[in-house]
């Protein structure tokens, strides 16, 4: 029987990325996934400029919806004109800071560039069962026609169980599980049962059409309803994605919100109807610890809890952990590193590029200024903390860190100033 190199499991960003660089180092790979390809995956479709970089190419102009090169911030309230509540801050980039994508065809340009480098790509087949040896994992595969994302029960992976038709046995020297937040290869390899419910997040969204949304730029509001979350606008090319993400902590809040949050912006932008019900996902907090590796099961973007707590941005970290998670596995299977060496290294990786930050990132998350009126008018006053919620777009690594020292040194002043507009304010 063929004994695969490394088989992947889900070919979303991480799943694909992954694939590229084993099959680019001469592995023998196979890709599969449950969903029958092209599919569809609840998201925004926002791809910052660093994601490009990391993929290496930009994708071609019929993938890519929008060229994204300015920030609108909404005050809370949503950004409604009415009151003291009503803030909006235009802040033109001058450069592409980011792309809109479906992920339909996204995701399916990626499983290419996977393919062209030689990965063998299987989709309607779902692991079923996983067996780790020492030197080797014993896959179970079972082909299913998969409903791809309707219906997840959030807080147990695997739950929405598809209909198996067939199963067939396979065997690799390693597994990269990339299958995502409800993926299975967690829990079949003992790295994790279940979420903790403070470990996820929500995000729901609609597509309706633009009305007069900026076509360029990323919208974001302050949501006064629920503490740490965030609504966004995002435009494509016929429409605009407008969503909101928050902790699942506060998920008894999160519909209202979604609905008063909607109508703000649909009334400022003359926004159109949407045609069906919000769709609401799931999608993991980063920078908590968890163990995201054994001997020869690496788990890669959301798979392993990499989402920025901040942005909720989750496809730059799936192609970054997929890619370290490619290399680690090829320096493996070379003899550049043990097995159990390996897995070591990858979860140092992940944390020195991707969970150190993310708990920077919940800071930021947590005493983020421009979610609060006052921190709004720090915003408003201060064009540099919108100049560095740009950089977040462009820069990857050490970004935080940069970020939340600089926010330290400004705050006392820009706090001093605010009080002063604001006396001002009420002396009129
Ligand atoms: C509402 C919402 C909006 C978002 N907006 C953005 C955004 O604008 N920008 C951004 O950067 N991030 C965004 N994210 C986060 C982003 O979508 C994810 O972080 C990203 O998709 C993670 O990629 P991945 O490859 O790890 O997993 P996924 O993209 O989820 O891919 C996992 C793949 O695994 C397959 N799979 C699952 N189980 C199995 C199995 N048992 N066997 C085989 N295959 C399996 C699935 O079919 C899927 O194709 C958003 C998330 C949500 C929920």
Known sequence: MKVWDVVIVGAGPAGSTAASVTARAGLSVLLIDKARFPRDKPC?????????????????????????????????????????????????????????????????????????????????????????RDDSVSLRLATCGCPGYSRPDYFRPGHSQPVHSQEEGITARFVIGADGAMGRTAALSGLRRRWRRFELGLGIFVEVAPGEASPEAFQLYCLPGIPCSFGWVFPYRDSVNVGLGASALFSDRVIGTFHSFFGHVKTLWHLGEPAGSPTCYILPAGGFARRIATKRVLLAGDAAGLVDPFSGEGIYSAVVSGRMAGEVVAGALRGDLAPGQASREYQRACHARLTRQFRLAMIMSLMSGYKSATGFRLVQHDPGITENLVRLMKEGDHVYRRLLWWHLQCLPVGLLRVAGINRQGTRK
């Open 44 to 132: 925004a479709g926002g791809v910052s400029v660093k994601s490009l970089h990391e993929i290496g190419l930009t994708p071609p102009r019929e993938v890519i919806q929008r060229e994204i090169t300015g920030l609108i911030l909404g005050g809370p309230g949503g950004g409604s004109s009415g009151g003291h509540s009503g803030f909006l801050i235009r802040h033109p980039a001058g450069e592409r800071i980011a792309v809109t994508v479906r992920r339909r065809e996204f995701d399916a340009f990626l499983v290419d560039l996977a393919t062209a480098e030689g990965a063998c790509f299987r989709d309607g087949v779902e692991v079923s069962g996983l067996e780790e």
